[in-house]
C-alpha cells in the first residue's frame, strides 16, 4: 500500500527554525511577510503521525475501546498510537493493532488521513482492519488501561457521535452518511467483512465516502 502524505494547508517553510524540541511537540518560528509588507513571526507545532484502526470482526462487530489515560477522563476509542520515527505508516498500524487488541489483519484499507488542525504539522490515518486473527494478549504501554468493547454498526455510529468519542477526525464522515443514504451503504459497505473492495488511492477513497 503506497501512502502518501497529506500535505498541511499551513505547511512549516524550509527558513523555519526548531526553537524548542519537547516530549511530543517541536516548536517552529519563521519570518513571515505580511500584506502591507512588515513582517511578523509565525509559529507552528510539529508532532508524530498517528496511526487509528477499526477492527471489524468476523460476525461484523465493530471493536472499539474503552480507554483511560493518565491525568484524562475515560474515552472511547479505535484502536492506535504514534507512529515511531522511521516506521512505515501500515507497519504502525499493525503494531498498534497488534498491541492493544491482540489481533492481526489480513486486509487494511485506507479510510482517512488528514491534519486535523492546521498549526500543528501533525497526520491521522484511519484504517479498516478485516480479516482478523487472534494471536496475542494485549500488550499495553504504562499509560494505558484498554477494555475491548465489540458493538454492532448502528451502535458504533451512535457511540462515534457521542461527545466521550475520541477519533473526531471521521465524524464528519458519519454526521454525512447519517444525511445521505447513498453515503450510508457505501459505509455500511466498508464495515462488512465479507465486502469486496479494490486498491484505493488516498484521494479516491476519501472522496468515495
Known amino acids: 500500500m503506497d ?3 497529506p500535505k498541511s494547508k499551513q505547511p512549516i517553510p524550509d527558513n523555519a527554525k526548531k526553537v524548542f524540541d519537547g ?6 518560528q519563521w519570518e513571515q511577510e505580511m500584506f502591507d509588507g ?24 465493530i471493536l472499539l475501546t474503552e480507554q483511560e489515560q493518565p491525568g484524562k477522563e ?3 476509542g479505535a484502536a492506535g498510537g504514534r507512529v515511531d520515527n ?14 492493544e487488541t491482540g489481533y492481526e489483519a489480513s486486509e487494511f484499507i485506507l479510510w482517512d488521513a488528514q491534519h486535523p488542525t492546521s498549526k500543528i504539522d501533525w497526520v491521522v490515518y484511519t484504517f479498516i482492519a ?8 494485549v500488550n499495553l504501554d504504562a499509560g494505558e488501561k484498554i477494555v475491548l468493547k465489540p458493538v454492532n454498526f448502528d451502535e458504533f455510529i451512535d457511540i462515534a457521535i457521542s461527545k466521550n468519542f475520541v477519533e473526531k477526525e471521521i465524524i464528519p464522515k458519519l454526521y454525512e452518511a447519517k444525511l445521505y443514504p447513498g453515503k450510508m451503504e457505501k459505509l ?3 464495515f462488512n467483512p465479507k465486502s469486496i473492495w479494490k486498491p484505493f488511492l488516498l484521494t479516491q477513497l476519501t472522496l468515495s465516502l
Do not use: C, N, Q, S
Open 38 to 61: 512588515t513582517k511578523a513571526t509565525f509559529e507552528k507545532l510539529k508532532r508524530p503521525d498517528t496511526v487509528v484502526v477499526f477492527p471489524i470482526l468476523d460476525d461484523g462487530k
Open 23 to 28: 516530549v511530543l511537540f517541536d516548536v517552529y
Open 3 to 5: 501512502i502518501k502524505r
Open 130 to 137: 478485516r480479516g482478523l486473527k487472534k494471536v496475542a494478549d
Open 74 to 76: 475515560p474515552f472511547m
Open 86 to 99: 522511521g516506521e512505515d505508516i501500515l507497519e504502525a498500524a499493525k503494531r498498534e493493532l497488534l498491541e
Open 188 to 190: 455500511k459497505k466498508l
